[in-house]
């Protein structure tokens, strides 16, 4: 029994041990458009209050800026203002996000989770499958 | 005069052959775990952090985990793939039906450029992959 005991507070300890370093992982859901790509193409809908396209743009100089509508935000702060006051006025205006290839995921997880937290109805990520005409496919 | 000492007679039966069990199944334990600790250590990615994370997510029948590690190499579970085999991969499990049963949750390093995921993201959506969730951590 003495020797079952020894082992068993072994065991515990590793355990204990190993999961000390452990980190825990969250996840951030995206609900991308299912079905054909074709199909996830935008027609150009006429929206009331049009759509809110986000540039993401890797700099010379490594730094991420964001275009929105033809206005440059090298500010994360100050972009996160204007979408939060944006989509306290109209929810309901499609964010699409244009994102660089050179733009660091961690970047543009920054950006799109700051639309999931002004709470935006729809976030797209535009892609260019064929890499010839832009498509957007649905984020959100 | 009579010396009292040990009775040598009975002797002391002492059964070692569980301990050598015992002792066998733990080298074995440690080795094992030690084996799959160095593994996860080489795909070790620095996660972005997100506020609109979920921490208890609804569990999937089938989830494929996408790990990019700094180095860009795309990894489905624990296989190495290049990204043309990961798109065919992709499209294989996700062919038929829109697969509501079915997740895609991508682990890729922050310093990963876009353009390594962008793919990804277009493939899950050419094999009808709705359900695609990053892999981030809390502030």
Redesign the interface.
């Known amino acids: 029994m003495t ?1 079952m005991i020894d ?1 068993v507070f ?1 065991l515990l300890i ?1 355990f204990v041990c ?1 999961s000390t370093g452990q ?15 074709e199909a ?1 193409t935008v027609e150009p809908v006429e929206q009331p209050l049009g759509e809110v396209w986000i540039h ?1 743009i890797q700099t010379e100089n490594q730094k991420t800026v964001a275009e929105l509508n033809d206005r440059r935000y090298s500010d994360h702060a100050e972009l996160q203002l204007t979408l939060t006051s944006l989509a306290e006025l109209a929810p309901e205006i499609p964010v699409i996000l244009e ?8 970047e ?3 950006v ?2 700051t639309c ?2 002004a709470n935006f109805e729809s976030i797209h ?1 535009a ?1 260019t ?1 064929d890499y010839s005409k832009p498509q957007a ?1 649905n984020g959100n | 005069m009579k010396i009292p000492g040990r009775d040598r007679g009975r002797g002391l039966n002492f059964d070692i052959t569980p ?1 050598i069990d ?1 002792v066998f199944l ?1 080298i074995i334990f ?1 080795l094992a ?1 030690s084996h799959l ?1 160095r593994n996860e250590a080489a795909e070790a990615v620095e ?9 208890d ?1 609804e569990e999937t029948p089938r989830r494929l985990v996408i790990t990019i590690p700094a180095d860009q190499t795309l990894h489905l579970g624990a296989r190495e793939l290049t990204q043309q085999e990961l798109e065919q991969a992709l499209l294989a499990e996700g062919m038929g039906e ?2 509501q049963a079915l997740e895609v ?1 991508i ?12 793919p990804i ?2 493939a ?3 094999a ?11 502030p």
């Open positions: 020797s082992i072994l590793f190993a980190v825990v992982e969250s996840l951030l859901p995206t609900e991308l458009a299912s079905g054909s790509l996830a993401l994102i660089d290839g050179t733009v660091p995921l961690g543009m997880i920054k799109y989770d999931r937290a990520f892609t499958p496919t | 301990l015992i733990l440690f775990a600790v996660l972005p952090t997100a506020t609109q994370s979920e921490t997510p829109p697969n949750r682990r890729a390093d922050k310093s990963v450029p876009y353009q390594v995921v962008e993201l277009v899950c959506a050419k009808q992959i709705s359900k695609v969730k990053f892999a981030v951590l809390a």
